[in-house]
């Protein structure tokens, strides 16, 4: 697991897409800092856990009509 240090006015999900590429990874971040989890808006200087995650390619969901196209 490798450790990244907040920027003053960071939140979790701006730390999720500098870290990780995307907001969604937010609650991966929140799960292994459990003892900052409660800070909303961060301070310069706090060290945050970033996880390795292995993020599967996403598959578009297209509407029905643009199946098979």
């Known amino acids: 697991m490798r450790k990244t240090i907040s920027i003053?006015?960071?939140?979790?999900?701006?730390?999720?897409?500098?870290?990780?590429?995307?907001?969604r990874f937010m609650s991966a971040l929140l799960e292994v800092n459990p003892a900052i989890a409660h800070i909303?808006?961060?301070?310069?200087?706090?060290?945050?856990?970033?996880p390795e995650l292995e993020v599967l390619p996403s598959t578009p969901i297209l509407p029905?009509?643009?199946?098979?196209q």
């Not at 003053?8 to 907001?23: A, F, P, V």
């Open 40 to 50: 909303v808006v961060f301070s310069g200087g706090t060290e945050v856990n970033i």
């Open 8 to 23: 003053q006015g960071d939140l979790w999900d701006t730390i999720s897409l500098r870290e990780l590429g995307e907001e």
């Open 64 to 68: 029905p009509w643009k199946v098979n």
